[in-house]
């Protein structure tokens, strides 16, 4: 998870620009996707194609995250989830950075996204790349994406990168509030194949707004706002409404909730439920804001940057590469 400060954005066109997506396998990049009212990518959840079942099980009481029915009331002091194995939660997952000797570098957190290749992750930005403006050059050499982490166990398995795609805003332009998104392909699994046939896949809804009822967000925070209880062996989850971050700001379209989650969170998924498309990304934990003398994080505040025409170049991307 980031930090930021409030500072001037970077220019952009009001609504949205154009931009393509870095890979690191590859030149190829998304075509430009023209600004337009509305939703401008999306696709519904899918279910599990098959029956594969996880190495191991857990039982828990509670009520699961991203249930049919909305939650009573708003989680801004984020819980553990009960059940982590089973479809939805079994799709949000740990993920590890490592560079060319295999040392590690980060953890974040992802989850599965619907797209054409049947195995692609979406995460944040800065957990794939180094931010660093070197473009291609600087995605961290090795993920492995483990879905269900719970305390060191791998219940589905280990799921190794084979290609990253990133906004070129971030990786060439170090854009790391607006631009903080990013996708992964994973190799099939040797068990399970396709993670996406496997396990199901959120959906999307790109370019639908910034204000969202009924939000889930879930990741491995190993720290948080006033917490001292968080360690990142743990899937944690805040439910509430997101809403535009600075509404008096036409050029500043990032999604704001209200979760105490931090370092580790990053990259998990902001998700809607609805009954047309099930339960849709529309967001990636990314930043909180913090003190400007201090550093401190100021609040409970944790940001996504806007999933609009940048996030759609990069699953484009990815579905291109089918």
């Keep these: 998870m980031r930090k930021a400060v ?70 801004a002091v984020s ?43 979406w995460t944040a930005a800065h957990c794939v790349h180094r931010g660093d403006g070197s473009g291609s050059a600087g995605f961290y050499e090795q993920l492995m994406f483990i879905p269900a982490y719970k305390d060191g166990e791998s219940p589905w398995g280990l799921w190794a990168a084979t290609t990253k795609y990133a906004p070129t805003a971030y990786t060439e ?35 639908s707004g910034s204000d969202y009822s009924d939000v889930t967000t879930a990741g491995y925070p190993g720290e948080g706002y006033n917490r001292t ?11 509430g409404n997101a809403e535009d971050y600075a509404n008096l700001n036409p050029l500043d379209d990032r999604i704001k909730m209200d979760c105490d989650m931090g370092k580790g969170a990053s990259g998990g998924p902001m998700v809607i439920a609805s009954d047309e498309s099930g339960l849709q990304i529309i967001g990636a934990n990314s930043h909180y804001i913090g ?21 759609a170049n990069v699953i484009a991307a990815v579905n291109d590469s089918a």
Aim: hydrophobic share 35%; net charge negative; with cysteine.
């Design 229 to 239: 209880d968080l360690d990142g062996e743990y899937m944690m989850y805040c439910y």
């Design 173 to 207: 332009d170090t854009d790391n509030l607006e631009s903080d998104f990013a996708a992964v392909e994973l190799a099939p699994d040797p068990t399970y194949g396709k993670i996406q046939d496997a396990m199901g896949a959120f959906g999307y809804s790109f370019g």
């Design 291 to 311: 003190d400007a003398s201090t550093g401190e994080r100021a609040n409970d505040d944790l940001l996504s940057s806007e999933h609009g025409v940048r996030a």
């Design 79 to 121: 819980q553990r989830v009960p059940i982590t194995t089973t479809y939805p939660m079994n799709i949000v997952g740990k993920l590890f950075a490592y560079d060319a000797e295999g040392n590690e570098e980060l953890k974040c957190s992802a989850s599965v996204i619907v797209s054409d290749t049947a195995s692609t992750i």
């Design 6 to 75: 409030p500072a001037p954005l970077p220019e952009r066109s009001a609504a949205g620009g154009k931009d393509t997506a870095s890979t690191s396998a590859s030149s190829a990049s998304a075509s430009d996707i023209d600004s337009a009212a509305g939703v401008i990518a999306s696709a519904p959840a899918v279910q599990p194609k098959g029956s594969a079942a996880p190495l191991t099980t857990e039982s828990a009481a509670g009520d699961a995250p991203l249930a049919e029915s909305a939650a009573a009331d708003d989680i």
